[in-house]
């Protein structure tokens, strides 16, 4: 495997979009959030690549975790890219061109292989389940029958709308939880949360229920 210093290049590469993830979320905590379509594929793009890089497999397998990353970047990279078109066009009006229907199938292809790797294989079996449901359920008998839907429309509803994959929770993700995770990780960097400890500890420890106020005012200084 070819290394940049003592990095493998997964690792270097994933460094890299650690970097330009971090620096997306601070620019956009400090100057202002960018339209929501925009802002939460950009937020999925950062974050399923660097899951393709770093949940990685064994190495003879490392040109399928780059392929996938490139796919991430391609596919995401559009939607990203043509984000204004699309909040622009009328919605389950105007069809979706093929090539786009091609897109939001490789995009949710990628985020359920995402989350395979993250969380194994219960929550991409729900999720296919549920988009098969949605296309097929027209075959099953009885109360749990309805009338089905097309795979544009149901690609066009989770990838080419506000209401899928891009819908709400990813978008507060992309916001608020984000800015957060990078806060906390400095803090750790710098042991920040030991020193809180400390702190509380030296303040309040000589106390009776000591350990509970140092348990609280810790807490409290980690935020």
């Known amino acids: 495997m070819r290394t940049i210093g003592r990095w493998s290049w997964p690792q270097g590469v994933s460094r890299v979009v650690a970097a330009a993830s971090s620096a997306f979320g ?3 905590a400090v100057f202002g959030v960018l339209e929501s379509l925009l802002q939460s594929s950009l937020h999925l793009l950062f974050a399923l690549v660097l899951v393709f890089l770093t949940r990685v497999r064994q190495a003879p397998r490392r040109a399928t975790d780059a392929a996938l ?5 391609l596919a995401y990279g559009y939607i990203a890219w043509n984000s204004a078109a699309i909040q622009a066009r009328m919605a389950f ?9 091609a897109i939001g199938v490789v995009a949710l292809l990628l985020l359920v292989e995402a989350a395979r790797r993250t969380f194994g294989w219960s ?3 729900l999720a296919v389940g549920a988009f098969l449901y949605a296309w097929l359920g027209f ?3 009885g109360a749990f029958s309805q009338s089905g839907f097309t795979v544009p429309w149901i690609v066009e ?11 709400l929770p990813t978008f507060v993700s992309a916001t608020y ?3 957060f995770v990078i806060f906390g990780a400095f803090l750790d960097r710098f042991m920040a949360g030991d020193f ?6 030296a303040l309040f420890g000589r106390f009776a229920g000591g350990p509970a106020k140092i348990a609280v005012i810790s807490s409290a200084l980690m935020g």
């Open 26 to 28: 601070l620019y956009t």
């Open 69 to 73: 990353a490139l796919l991430t970047l």
């Open 93 to 101: 009006v105007v069809p979706l061109p093929t090539v786009e229907v």
């Open 123 to 125: 929550l991409p079996v």
């Open 139 to 141: 075959l099953l008998p």
């Open 157 to 167: 509803h989770l990838v080419f709308s506000t209401q899928g994959i891009f819908g």
């Open 177 to 179: 939880v984000a800015v």
């Open 196 to 201: 809180f400890v400390r702190l509380s500890h």
